[in-house]
């Protein structure tokens, strides 16, 4: 699994120097660098994006991050009290999605004060010490959270649960009444929407999961390129650790999908 990171320095100059030191320990093999941005909050309290992530599958979860971070640190006063009492921003669907929980937000958002930058990062590590000691030597705070994709589970969940209704209606409507026939008929039509619709959902989420897994095995198998002799085992270790979890999310995605096909072609 990925881990988010939010490291804070005092000023702009120094979370640059941050990204340029992200980059070597990438290039040593230390961790793995997926994607990163760099956030301002100005001595008003307003938050810029001073560099964003780069486009495509790669950097798509530290975009997601960023948007959140944005909407919900620079946002309106009492938007994370209101985290607190249960209030769900829209903002805040992506990142919650991500396994991004309040604790999380609430550490950078006392951590990111007026004047402060951050670089908000996504990356795999094996050892915490080479980043921390790194990011400490120019003055950085290392925040720390783990990716957990929720989404294929709630998709896949939905998908069963339109299934078992529309399997439901179907068993209704095979023994109702003249009379029921036309009332269930119009619920039986609407479950069947309903199920083709959470079938392009899964189809979606699984193209979108290959395409972000390739992506970063790609990444890796350059970093392998580069890495020196002692490097190049962990790498094979996070490539191996990357396939193996994409497989168990990809099954589950594709049972959804296969039982949303078998019971739209019945």
């Given at each position: 699994?990925?881990k988010?990171?939010?490291i804070?320095?005092?000023?702009?100059?120094?979370a640059?120097?941050?990204?340029?030191?992200?980059?070597e320990?990438?290039?040593?093999?230390?961790?793995?660098l997926?994607g990163?941005?760099?956030?301002?909050k100005?001595?008003?309290?307003k938050?810029s994006l001073?560099?964003?992530?780069?486009?495509g599958?790669l950097?798509a979860a530290?975009?997601?991050?960023?948007?959140?971070?944005?909407?919900?640190?620079?946002g309106?006063v009492?938007?994370?009290?209101g985290?607190?009492g249960?209030?769900?921003?829209?903002?805040?669907?992506?990142?919650?999605?991500?396994?991004v929980?309040?604790d999380?937000?609430?550490k950078?958002?006392d951590?990111?004060?007026?004047?402060?930058?951050?670089?908000?990062a996504e990356?795999?590590?094996?050892?915490?010490?080479?980043?921390?000691?790194?990011?400490?030597?120019?003055?950085?705070?290392v925040?720390?959270t783990w990716?957990a994709?929720?989404?294929d589970e709630?998709i896949?969940r939905?998908?069963?649960?339109i299934?078992a209704?529309?399997?439901?209606?179907?068993?209704?409507?095979a023994q109702?009444?003249?009379?029921?026939?036309?009332t269930?008929k119009?619920?039986?039509?609407e479950?069947?929407?309903?199920?083709e619709?959470?079938?392009?959902?899964?189809?979606?989420?699984r193209?979108a999961?290959?395409k972000?897994?390739?992506?970063?095995?790609?990444?890796?198998?350059?970093q392998?390129g580069?890495a020196?002799?002692?490097?190049?085992?962990?790498?094979n270790?996070?490539?191996a650790a990357?396939r193996a979890?994409?497989?168990a999310?990809?099954?589950?995605?594709?049972?959804?999908?296969?039982?949303?096909?078998?019971?739209l072609?019945?």
């Open positions: 699994m990925s988010f990171v939010v804070v320095f005092p000023d702009e100059a120094q640059y120097r941050g990204t340029q030191a992200l980059k320990l990438h290039f040593e093999g230390s961790l793995t997926y990163m941005a760099v956030i301002a100005d001595a008003e309290g938050l001073k560099q964003a992530a780069d486009p599958p950097s530290v975009g997601a991050l960023v948007g959140g971070l944005i909407g919900v640190i620079g309106p009492g938007v994370l009290a985290m607190a249960g209030t769900l921003f829209g903002s805040m669907v992506d990142i919650f999605n991500y396994g929980g309040e999380f937000l609430l950078v958002s951590e990111l004060k007026p004047g402060k930058t951050v670089i908000v990356l795999s590590e094996d050892w915490r010490t080479p980043l921390d000691a790194r990011m400490e030597a120019l003055g950085g705070i925040l720390r990716r994709d929720f989404e709630q896949a939905e998908a069963a649960a299934k209704d529309f399997d439901q209606l179907r068993r209704e409507y109702a009444s003249a009379d029921a026939k036309a269930l119009v619920k039986l039509d479950a069947k929407a309903a199920l619709r959470a079938e392009q959902r899964v189809e979606a989420r193209e999961l290959e972000e897994v390739n992506a970063k095995i790609a990444a890796l198998q350059q392998l580069q020196h002799a002692e490097a190049k085992h962990d790498i270790k996070r490539i990357l979890d994409y497989e999310r990809s099954a589950k995605l594709k049972q959804a999908w296969t039982l949303a096909k078998e019971a072609a019945a």
